[in-house]
């Protein structure tokens, strides 16, 4: 999808709301509409008149809008200029920058996740850190758009952020050299005994496309041109294309309802299935091991619910980040749309992800991450969010803390791991449970439900 096109399209869904603010053109608006209306004209002609300094008509206007986006969920917003060819640039998954996934929290700047791979991830950012200072000027309370542009650069330029880490009592002090991120959205290794490892680290275009080509190189790297097993890792990736995630799904199901979509118009029901985009399953036979953590959400979730569901895959790792709506882009005019939530998605057996994400069908604990017990008080996901949508089939909160529980099996240290020479051990045991079951009992798995 082309922002930058679909924004100069013909279709326009209210040329109103990009009028210019004149007295005369509120006027007329205040008079069709009703007392709201009347009271929005009223703040607005106090503000020209009395405000300590002028105040252009579209920075008035522009606020109005983002307040009124502001008031429904953390994911509708409008967007020009700037904002809306960053959005594109994100989506073509090239632009030059740190490589942050980032929130607004009470006026602070979150990190939902790092890609993986950029320069932020290689300095050690961690999903669930705040952002404070960019060389050293507090932005507390500015706008999240201004903050990712200050964090945006040159390639080659470095930056320094202050980090808050929850669990640590000193901030840290990182210096960041910006790059071009080109994210590659899929990479892949083969790991011993055969097992492939590809990694979907964000949904751009042509993802779908991207790992049917790494299953390929995957085929040509084995002795014997087969694959005993296969582990999907979409931890820490953020979300994209909703056509990305159903051509992904659609690689490993032959048949079924991928996910669907729920809105308040007719056009907004949408079913996507299998055997659309590909045709039968590119791993027929081989074992499936989706790794997930809270950093993984929307398209990730859609694609680990659709395997879960089938039984095609087994799900491992955290709870996801629970992102279970869809945003649509709608033209204004030439140079500026709106991001707005239009409908929920739901995994084939009718699970709404919105809230409660995804739970693995066995939970396995990032246990070589050092800060895994002090920042897990501290985890975000999409119900943290000030505004979100809520779960309208309502959630059990017990039995959402329930998979924190500690789990006998899993009682190693950060240090003892390293020892071992274990550097990431949600996908060391995923490899692991692969080598040791035999095929039948990882595709044959009962239901996690």
């Given at each position: 999808m082309n922002i930058a096109a679909l924004a100069r399209s013909a279709a326009l869904v209210t040329a109103a709301a990009l009028i210019p603010a004149t007295t005369a053109g509120m006027a007329q608006v205040e008079a069709r509409a009703g007392p709201q209306f009347g009271e929005l004209f009223a703040v607005y002609q106090r503000i020209k008149a009395s405000y300590v300094e002028p105040v252009e008509d579209d920075v008035l206007i522009k606020g109005a809008i983002g307040g009124m986006l502001a008031a429904l969920d953390p994911h509708s917003a409008y967007l020009d200029g700037n904002d809306l060819q960053r959005l594109?640039?994100?989506i073509d998954g090239n632009y030059s920058g740190l490589g942050l996934s980032v929130v607004e929290e009470d006026g602070a700047v979150k990190v939902v996740a790092p890609f993986r791979g950029s320069p932020a991830d290689?300095?050690?950012?961690?999903?669930?850190?705040?952002?404070?200072?960019?060389?050293?000027?507090?932005?507390?309370?500015?706008?999240?758009?201004?903050?990712?542009q200050r964090m945006r650069g040159q390639s080659g330029t470095s930056i320094r952020l202050t980090v808050f880490r929850p669990g640590r009592d000193e901030p840290l002090e990182l210096d960041v050299v910006r790059g071009v991120?080109?994210?590659?959205?899929?990479?892949?290794?083969?790991?011993p005994g055969n097992i492939g490892h590809i990694s979907i680290n964000e949904f751009s275009r042509d993802v779908g496309a991207d790992v049917f080509a790494a299953?390929?190189?995957?085929?040509?790297?084995?002795?014997?041109?087969?694959?005993?097993?296969?582990?999907?890792?979409?931890?820490?990736?953020?979300?994209?294309?909703?056509?990305?995630?159903?051509?992904?799904?659609?690689?490993?199901?032959?048949?079924?309802?991928?996910?669907?979509?729920?809105?308040?118009?007719r056009s907004e029901n949408i079913s996507y299935d299998a055997e659309t985009m590909f045709r039968g399953d590119i791993a027929d036979g081989v074992p499936i091991i989706v790794l997930i953590d809270a950093g993984s959400a929307s398209a990730s979730e859609i694609v680990a619910g659709a395997l879960q569901d089938h039984r095609?895959?087994?799900?491992?790792?955290?709870?996801?980040?629970?992102?279970?709506?869809?945003?649509?882009?709608?033209?204004?005019?030439?140079?500026?749309?709106?991001?707005?939530?239009?409908?929920?998605?739901?995994?084939?057996?009718?699970?709404?992800?919105?809230?409660?994400?995804?739970?693995?069908d066995?939970?396995?604990?990032?246990?070589?991450?050092?800060?895994?017990?002090?920042?897990?008080?501290?985890?975000?996901?999409?119900?943290?969010?000030?505004?979100?949508?809520?779960?309208?089939?309502?959630?059990?909160?017990d039995k959402m803390e329930a998979d924190l529980k500690d789990d006998p099996r899993f009682q190693f240290t950060a240090e003892e791991l390293k020892a071992k020479g274990v550097e990431d051990f949600q996908l060391d045991y995923a490899l692991k449970t692969l080598r040791r079951a035999a095929p039948t009992a990882i595709a044959?798995?009962?239901?996690?439900?």
């Open positions: 594109e640039t994100m290689r300095v050690g950012i961690k999903a669930g850190d705040y952002i404070t200072h960019l060389d050293g000027q507090l932005i507390y309370g500015l706008a999240l758009d201004e903050a990712v991120i080109e994210l590659e959205p899929v990479t892949w290794k083969l790991e299953w390929r190189d995957l085929l040509k790297q084995t002795s014997g041109g087969e694959l005993a097993g296969l582990v999907l890792d979409m931890r820490s990736n953020p979300g994209g294309s909703l056509d990305e995630a159903v051509a992904l799904s659609d690689l490993f199901l032959k048949k079924g309802q991928i996910v669907s979509q729920r809105g308040r118009t095609r895959a087994v799900v491992m790792g955290e709870r996801s980040f629970g992102k279970g709506s869809v945003q649509s882009l709608l033209p204004l005019g030439r140079t500026a749309a709106l991001k707005l939530t239009t409908a929920r998605y739901y995994t084939p057996s009718g699970h709404s992800v919105q809230e409660g994400g995804i739970k693995p066995i939970r396995v604990p990032q246990l070589s991450d050092p800060d895994l017990a002090k920042r897990a008080r501290f985890q975000m996901r999409e119900s943290d969010l000030r505004g979100h949508l809520v779960n309208e089939l309502g959630l059990d909160d044959a798995r009962p239901s996690a439900r």
